[in-house]
């Protein structure tokens, strides 16, 4: 052996690992028992780390009882309408030795409250509790829709847990400044790095009068991001070590943040689930694992966390071994490769430089033009219609196939996967988990002290109405017995409640190009109606992941009808009515909850109750092949998936059966 080969050895063996980075998967469904079997599961598998997905109505503030709650209960995670519901979710795990990320905004003060009623039944020294909540409020106004109250008063309790965070639980991120979201709705990378970013100042701002002066650089050191990494991964990559530079920027310069550890960009990450295909699903193996490359590859822009999607995630709930699949591919890069044993890949590499200088740049100018109009908060309505624009301009690639997607623009003929089984391919939840939910919150609630409940919400309400800190009186209640609805109404009579905007304006934008064809189409069925056709796009339920439903009432519209979308989390009965005094020639449907049956049976009753049965219906949604069998069956007149992605393929249909539903009337 040469000497050149035996330092090589010497050198290898000296050299020390870095630890990896907390291995999660993103997880929770049907009941709080079965998400407990799932996480012990997991862990027995070697994860490192939680992260709950909560159902919809626990994020946005309503037991599971509730008319809002229908259909939607222990279908994108775990439902959790008080303490008891906790105790189960984390039976058998002790808290003071895990790492919990929870996926929570509107309601973080509530779960973080009884998170930590939790961990003292358990006997923990909740100082030594170590997690994030999510707890970013704007990007529920951009892109999510789980939000409750206004932005002002948001801001103030996202400042309450940071506060009541950095004295009682101080290894806890009371915020993950969230920028993963943003991307789905369509944010370029520069939108991604400016809206973050400018979201993370007006958190800064909101709590710098709160703390003393020596005390603000510590607090600083734990507001964490959350971000996204989609397929580009050598953009992606770059972005991740802009948001490093940006984010030490920002500390030093703005609030002369001396001492560099407080300045790190901790971040914890979800690839991209905007670009998993339903067709030829297999391949999604490959983009996630190309994704995750993206944030772990540059060690000065590792992420500190990593969660992965599953193959499946297009076509519906993973299943376990699907989940166990995509944690397999974490272990394999953090413990069989050598990634780990060396320094950073890419420092002083001139491409990657100049791509990084690039973003920064784009950056800073949509930070000052956001700064120009007062910060994150007052700029939430442009944000949002830039948000659409982009993901507008981002299908339009897709369609026109500037951008190749495989299997869905291009090479679209393959085998049959294998991997789909007769379950086809997905976890389904148990139609019973609702009522049985809503039968143990009626035990909850019966055999709980109500004297002990009143007491509690009093002081809840009193901190809330006088501007006081609603951490202490939060975890009061949760100890009382107090539910998840119980202590949001609480929040909104205290605060109001807030309709974000949807981004879409009523005005043709300059997209009209190749769309001659359709608009002389709607053209001439609108001169046999006598009126321009009027589309209500609707979304019933909790689902606040718009951008389906804006983009198709973009698309439609351009193509120059008349279209009517008041945004998210409207009841069937509001959809109805919206119908009939609107006097809509056609309804769709966007549900991407897996709530579709329920709420779709409730509006089609409704509309044949109204007289508007004649009226066609449009589905669009992650709905399996079954489940889109017995849409129909109720009368929906067209089923659309994320397959189907030509918009204007679904702007003809709409003429079509606007026209031939014309034709029959006559």
Wanted: glycine residues 8%.
């Amino acid at each position: 052996m040469s000497q050149t080969q035996k330092d090589s050895q010497t050198a290898s063996a000296e050299r020390k690992a870095d630890r990896p980075w907390l291995i999660r998967t993103y997880a929770g469904h049907s009941t709080a028992l079965k998400s407990n079997a799932l996480y012990r599961s997991n862990l027995a598998k070697g994860q490192t780390g939680l992260s709950v997905a909560f159902d919809l109505p626990t994020q946005t503030g309503y037991d599971s009882d509730h008319v809002l709650a229908r259909g939607e209960v222990g279908k994108v995670g775990v439902p959790v309408c008080h303490l008891g519901d906790m105790r189960v979710l984390f039976d058998q795990i002790p808290l003071e030795q895990m790492n919990t990320s929870m996926t929570i905004n509107a309601t973080a003060p509530w779960l973080l409250a009884l998170y930590i009623a939790v961990a003292e039944e358990q006997g923990a020294d909740i100082a030594k509790l170590q997690g994030t909540v999510q707890n970013d409020l704007i990007k529920e106004y951009l892109s999510r829709g789980t939000y409750i109250c206004p932005p002002k008063p948001s801001l103030k309790m996202i400042a309450d847990v940071a506060e009541y965070c950095y004295t009682n639980v101080p290894k806890w991120n009371p915020m993950n400044v969230c920028s993963y979201h943003l991307q789905e709705a369509g944010a370029t990378p520069e939108q991604e790095l400016a809206y973050a970013l400018a979201t993370a100042i007006a958190v800064l701002d909101e709590l710098k009068p709160r703390v003393p002066a020596e005390d603000f650089p510590a607090l600083c050191g734990r507001i964490s991001f959350f971000v996204n990494a989609g397929i580009r991964f050598v953009t992606e990559m770059c972005k991740m070590r802009a948001f490093v530079d940006l984010w030490d920027e920002i500390l030093e310069t703005r609030y002369g943040i001396a001492d560099q550890k407080f300045r790190r960009f901790r971040y914890g990450v979800q690839v991209n689930s905007l670009g998993l295909t339903e067709q030829q699903p297999e391949n999604n193996v490959y983009r996630i694992l190309i994704e995750m490359l993206a944030v772990t590859l540059s060690k000065k822009a590792r992420a500190r966390a990593v969660q992965l999607p599953a193959w499946n995630e297009a076509l519906g709930l993973p299943r376990p071994w699907d989940q166990q699949w995509s944690m397999r591919m974490q272990q394999i890069l953090a413990y069989e490769t050598d990634l780990l044993e060396y320094g950073d890949l890419f420092d002083g590499n001139p491409v990657v430089d100049a791509k990084v200088e690039e973003l920064k740049a784009g950056a800073r100018a949509e930070l000052a033009n956001l700064d120009s109009m007062g910060g994150a908060v007052a700029s939430i309505e442009y944000m949002k219609s830039r948000l659409v624009d982009s993901n507008a301009e981002r299908l339009n690639r897709i369609e026109r196939n500037e951008t190749v997607v495989v299997g869905v623009n291009r090479w679209t003929e393959g085998e049959p996967s294998p991997l789909q089984t007769e379950d086809g391919g997905i976890m389904v939840v148990d139609p019973t988990v609702e009522q049985e939910q809503i039968a143990r919150l009626d035990t909850w609630r019966r055999d709980r002290d109500d004297v002990v409940v009143q007491k509690a919400l009093a002081a809840l309400r009193e901190a809330a109405q006088t501007g006081s800190n609603v951490m202490a009186p939060s975890i009061a209640a949760a100890k009382a017995g107090v539910t998840t609805g119980e202590w949001a109404e609480e929040m909104r009579k205290a605060y109001g409640t807030y309709r974000g905007p949807t981004g879409v304006s009523g005005s043709v934008s300059n997209k009209t190009e190749g769309l001659d064809t359709i608009r002389a189409e709607v053209d001439g069925v609108s001169d046999r109606l006598g009126r321009r056709l009027k589309f209500l796009v609707g979304k019933p339920g909790l689902d606040g992941h718009s951008n389906g439903a804006e983009q198709i009432a973009f698309r439609a519209r351009d193509c120059g009808m008349d279209i009517s979308y008041d945004g998210i989390r409207l009841t069937p009965e509001e959809i109805v009515s919206a119908a009939q005094n609107q006097n809509a020639h056609v309804v769709g449907l966007s549900i991407l909850s897996g709530s579709h049956l329920p709420l779709v049976q409730d509006v089609m009753d409704g509309m044949q109750k109204a007289g508007l049965g004649h009226i066609p219906v449009l589905v669009g949604g992650i709905i399996p092949d079954d489940d889109a069998r017995k849409l129909k069956a109720m009368g929906v007149a067209k089923v659309y998936t994320p397959k189907d992605f030509e918009l204007n393929s679904i702007m003809m249909d709409i003429v079509t059966l606007v026209g031939s539903n014309d034709i029959a009337a006559e």
